[in-house]
């Protein structure tokens, strides 16, 4: 059995409503004026908010100690990243010990959603998470980073080293 209530006259009207918000938000603003130093503010260009070493910014392309690119253009990170953000054209390499490699790696930072599952699948530790996660730019095909915007931008000083080394997986025979 339902019961249908009927609304009653002080309910129909908005105007208590939008008076009861107005309070609200005037006592607050001016609890905020007398209170200043209690106002957790940071300014911003000068003052940053530090992040916790777990942060997951931007992407990173790791390098050998040679300085090539760890990437052995599997395709996993594409596959499995959610927002089909990331494209890889991969071609043969000349070293008969390297099967391939990417000639093109792009990743559109405005489609992806900073998941890191292009880190997880990746088996050689080519892609990264950086600490990175200040991205401004006036047009949107600057948010599309390419091989030497991963890999070699100036404030990696180089490249990133990856954690595997070659020399380990020879001779553990991967």
């Known amino acids: 059995m339902s019961v249908v209530k009927r609304p009653s006259q002080k309910s129909k009207w908005y105007i208590p409503g939008v008076l009861t918000g107005l309070g609200i938000t005037i006592r607050h603003m001016f609890f905020n004026l007398l209170h200043r130093k209690d106002i957790f503010t940071i300014e911003y260009p000068e003052e940053r908010y530090p992040y916790s070493d777990r942060f997951k910014g931007n992407h990173i392309l790791t390098v050998k100690k040679d300085g ?43 489609r992806c959603v ?8 990746c088996p050689v530790d ?31 000083k180089g490249g990133v080293l990856s954690h595997v080394d070659d020399e380990e997986r020879k001779a553990r025979g991967l």
């Open 68 to 110: 090539s690119l760890r990437c052995t253009a599997c395709m996993l990170c594409a596959t499995y990243c959610p927002a089909e953000c990331i494209s890889i054209t991969a071609a043969e390499h000349d070293d008969p010990n390297v099967e391939k490699y990417p000639i093109s790696y792009e990743i559109d930072i405005l």
């Open 114 to 121: 900073f998941c890191g599952l292009c880190e997880e699948a």
């Open 126 to 156: 080519a892609i990264r998470m950086g600490p990175e996660h200040q991205t401004a730019a006036l047009a949107g095909s600057r948010f599309v980073y390419d091989i030497n915007k991963l890999a070699y931008r100036p404030n990696l």
